[in-house]
């Protein structure tokens, strides 16, 4: 396992289309990530889920973001109806199950989303 | 709520020390982490404090202090791949270990 993946690390879509990502934790890792990133910006949090249990989800996911984890393994971010103001790097991160202070939170190297 | 400031451009020379300043408010505190990342890259881990003091880890060292709200990232030895941004997160306290809230990182250049 060499790590988070995310697919497709690049989509370009025109305004009012929906798009979907995919996400792969490291395995074993219950918990997952979704943040969103633009440019000259941190990352924004966006979801949280642990196992497949959504358990938070940033005001900034509108009603138009969408994400799910099925089988508490791959996960999923859709977006509907798309916006220029969607234009941004989606970032997903997982962390391991361990107890304590650390919990690292290990990035995918995200999908770029342009919308036209 | 939530605010952390990072100064947003340094730059430095190549084998030289840098050290870059975070400071935050939070509503609730559970650590602080700093990240690096190269443009177009994901962030990957370099440090994580929960406790006054220093933590030192090879040529990087990041210092808390929870009472004035203010960490640093020090980084000794400057090479240029470690031109990049660098990110101060606070974990707050709420919700448990659900998120950490990123400033708008550091752009550090070194130059030869």
């Known amino acids: 396992d060499t790590g988070v993946s995310q697919d497709p690390r690049h989509k370009i879509t025109k305004r009012g289309q929906n798009v979907t990502f995919r996400c792969d934790p490291i395995?074993?890792?219950?918990?997952l990530y979704w943040y969103r990133q633009t440019l000259g910006q941190g990352p924004e949090f966006l979801t949280y889920?642990?196992?497949?249990?959504?358990?938070?989800k940033s005001r900034l996911l509108s009603d138009r973001f969408s994400a799910e984890r099925p089988k508490g393994s791959f996960s999923t971010l859709e977006i509907q109806r798309t916006e220029q103001g969607d234009s941004a790097m989606y970032l997903c991160?997982?962390?391991?199950?361990?107890?304590?202070?650390?919990?690292?939170?290990?990035f995918g190297p995200g999908t770029r989303l342009t919308v036209l | 709520g939530q605010n952390i400031d990072q100064p947003t451009e340094m730059t430095a020379t190549e084998g030289a020390i840098v050290q870059i300043n975070c400071t935050y408010q939070t509503s609730g505190f559970n650590g602080l982490f700093w990240y690096q990342q190269h443009a177009g890259e994901a962030p990957t881990f370099l440090s994580y404090?929960?406790?006054?003091g220093l933590e030192e880890k090879g040529r990087f060292s990041s210092f808390l202090s929870r009472s004035k709200g203010y960490s640093y990232l020090l980084l000794k030895e400057l090479q240029m791949k470690d031109s990049a941004s660098y990110l101060c997160?606070?974990?707050?306290?709420?919700?448990?270990?659900?998120?950490?809230?990123f400033g708008a990182g550091t752009r550090l250049a070194v130059h030869p």
């Open positions: 991160a997982s962390s391991p199950r361990k107890t304590g202070d650390h919990n690292e939170q290990f």
């Open positions: 395995s074993e890792h219950n918990r």
């Open positions: 404090n929960v406790l006054d």
């Open positions: 997160a606070v974990r707050p306290i709420s919700g448990g270990y659900n998120k950490l809230i």
């Open positions: 889920f642990q196992n497949e249990a959504q358990l938070e």
